[in-house]
């Protein structure tokens, strides 16, 4: 019995982990920062030894510290990074999760820029159904399961594969989905040629059935199937452009229909019956923060969605605007780091179309320490659209909304 401390372990993917750790037999403990975060709650009904801030008191018989990523960045001077690097015992929990809890199992892998989240869950929600009772790991949380992750004693190990920080080259799937390819994380990828070659990296990693589940309609893929050597992979495509689903889904939007396609393709390649995958998709109801209608007052209906990739905002909307036709549609968009906006700002034109105001918030800085250049209404200039304001100042902004949305 190995002891794993998980440190961070209030993080919205490193919690799910630990719980999957724990529910696997492993003595799990963990710290953060934070005394409470959206994730804790549940991991405190298995896990009690959690601790508040980080300490290398914390390490005593501990064979291994799993961290989130993001603690190279905000805590590296710890002293109980310090003390774990010293031992030889840290790793990120995606390397934990390749190495320890994926072993003896059939892992499908589903990766992407945009829908991975959704994907996965639809591929977990569909070997449920199926009676394969699966272990899934992805980057929101599914009602149903009560977080980010489920454990099953079934063979199969449904996992979303990020490409940030090449943190998918620690998985070896049997199985994997591929939905689009398109640049982003410009913080740590130089262009989109750098990307591709991350994603030809991980189908290498592809291990024992070694079947490979693309979107050939994306321009992405199919730069990536030109340079690829798939004399051993079983290669299967679908095709959201002619390919029809023959049933509605719950969730709306072409990028949902695109998502499901991927999954059907997975269902007739595993042997699923056609009316189990048919049942098991058009029952599913999405994710948190995909999406999601999380409140109403006076009619105005909130949906929140994580898009925030031009591409991903413009599905969003679109997907909305076919649920609302002729009602007034507002985005409020908050970017994602002053890196990534300079890197994109050419995509935002006409990103905003479907909406008939767009109110551009504060950045949001993430690890930048500098502007590039970019402000609001850069992404207000960028996107073209007539009726788009920016603000700031959140204050100003929030004030502007009562005083104009209803």
Request: glycine content about 10%; hydrophobic content about 40%.
């Amino acid at each position: 019995m190995k002891h794993i401390h998980f440190m961070g372990i209030g993080g919205s993917g490193i919690a799910g982990v630990a719980l999957l750790a724990k529910k696997s037999g492993f003595r799990v403990s963990g710290c953060d920062l934070e005394r409470e975060t959206p994730y804790l709650s549940k991991v405190k009904k298995y896990i009690s030894d959690i601790y508040v801030g980080h300490d290398a008191s914390h390490l005593e018989g501990v064979d291994l510290v799993v961290v989130s990523p993001a603690v190279f960045f905000q805590s590296a001077d710890s002293g109980e990074v310090i003390e774990a690097k010293k031992r030889g015992i840290l790793i990120t929990w995606q390397e934990f999760l390749g190495k320890y809890l994926h072993q003896g199992k059939k892992v499908i892998a589903v990766a992407g820029t945009h829908g991975k989240s959704t994907t996965t869950a639809m591929v977990g929600k569909l070997l449920e159904d199926a009676g394969l009772d699966p272990l899934v790991s992805l980057g929101a949380k599914v009602e149903k399961w009560g977080g980010s992750t489920r454990f099953g004693k079934g063979k199969y190990f449904v996992t979303e594969a990020d490409e940030f920080f090449d943190n998918f080259l620690n998985y070896h799937p049997e199985i994997m989905i591929i939905n689009n390819i398109e640049f982003d994380h410009p913080d740590y990828f130089k262009d989109e040629e750098s990307v591709l070659n991350s994603f030809r990296k991980f189908v290498g990693n592809l291990r024992g059935e070694k079947a490979l589940i693309v979107n050939e309609d994306d321009p992405g893929v199919r730069r990536l199937l030109k340079d690829l050597d798939l004399k051993d992979i079983k290669l299967i495509k679908y095709h959201p452009k002619k390919d029809n689903l023959g049933f509605n889904l719950k969730v709306p939007g072409k990028h949902n229909i695109a998502n499901a396609l991927g999954v059907v393709a997975l269902g007739k390649y595993l042997g699923i019956k056609d009316s189990i995958v048919e049942k098991s998709l058009e029952s599913f109801a999405g994710v948190d923060r995909r999406m999601e209608l999380i409140g109403e007052n006076k009619g105005i209906k909130i949906y929140d969605d994580y898009a925030h990739h031009p591409t991903a905002i413009a599905a969003t909307l679109e997907g909305l605007r076919e649920i609302y036709l002729k009602n007034r549609l507002w985005a409020i968009v908050e970017a994602h780091g002053f890196k990534r906006t300079k890197a994109l700002i050419d995509q935002y034109e006409g990103v905003f179309d479907k909406a008939d105001t767009v109110i551009i918030g504060p950045i949001f800085k993430a690890r930048d320490r500098q502007t590039f250049g970019m402000t609001e209404e850069s992404i207000a200039k960028a996107s073209k659209h007539k009726n788009a304001r920016a603000f700031g100042k959140l204050n100003e902004m929030f004030s502007y909304l009562k005083k104009n949305l209803i």
